[in-house]
């Protein structure tokens, strides 16, 4: 029933990958957009792999509720690497997101699904397949950063 | 049905208001995390706005997803106004924010039910439902920014 339920939230919330929406937002719009989906990732991630690594005692309730702002965040990415944004200074988005776009698909895809991974074994009391959707959205991250994010 | 899955993962979102989460942040964080999510509620809210004031064409998938979204980060501002997160110059947050901290947590929570009230009127087809939660909404917004944001 939970998976429905949260399965059924996140898919009206899917939209095309890497397609700008109307209306047309500016480049500056669009980056800040990103880095705040980042912000909010990081803001969630962080206390989750914290418990993980046992630096924080274990709070189920709070590993389901920033697991589903992270699977969440995640799928908004969608709209957040529109054509056009990486034009400006500011932004650590490589090139190569725009370059190699189905590349680029492929990894957010891979977050995405490993986030709900985690989203929804966070929402059951095993711990072993919460240790092991959180090593694959940790792989996701990090792959996703050492190919098309800058230091 | 479709009340019942949103209302339930919202339920599983929501914190104690103005209540400091573990781990403890620093004021940076929690300020960049504060405006993440005002980025999120801006990026999502101005199209529906758009949509509502006839400025572009209605589109309902397109509404559903947006004010899910908004409601959503209406929610995780919960976690957003922790103390001390006012004792730092970049931010437009007031003092009455953290001085008067009852009148604060009602305008929230009156943007909190104004937005999740837009959401569930947008999962329907009827029209004036969605305009009476939009109007509650936009009013939520311009009544809190004027008391507790800075020009």
């Known amino acids: 029933m939970r998976k429905t339920i949260a399965l059924t939230l996140l898919a009206a919330m899917a939209v095309a990958p890497l397609q700008a929406q109307a209306p047309v937002r500016e480049a500056d719009e669009v980056i800040r957009y990103r880095q705040s989906l980042y912000a909010t990732i990081g803001w969630n991630f962080g206390p989750i792999a914290a418990m993980l690594k046992g630096e ?3 709070n189920a309730a709070e590993l389901k509720r920033r697991s589903i702002a ?3 965040a995640a799928v908004q990415l969608d709209e957040a690497f529109a054509p056009g944004s990486d034009a400006v200074e500011k932004t650590d988005a490589l090139p190569e997101i725009w370059e190699e776009p189905q ?3 492929d990894a957010l895809r891979e977050f995405q699904g490993a986030s709900n991974q985690l989203r929804i074994a966070s929402a059951g009391a095993a711990e072993e397949p919460i240790r092991a959707a959180f090593e694959r959205t940790r792989k996701a991250c ?10």
């Open 103 to 105: 590349a680029f698909a």
């Open 70 to 72: 992270v699977a969440f």
């Open 56 to 58: 924080r005692a274990w």
């Open 142 to 151: 990090k792959g996703c950063h050492e190919r098309f994010r800058a230091d």
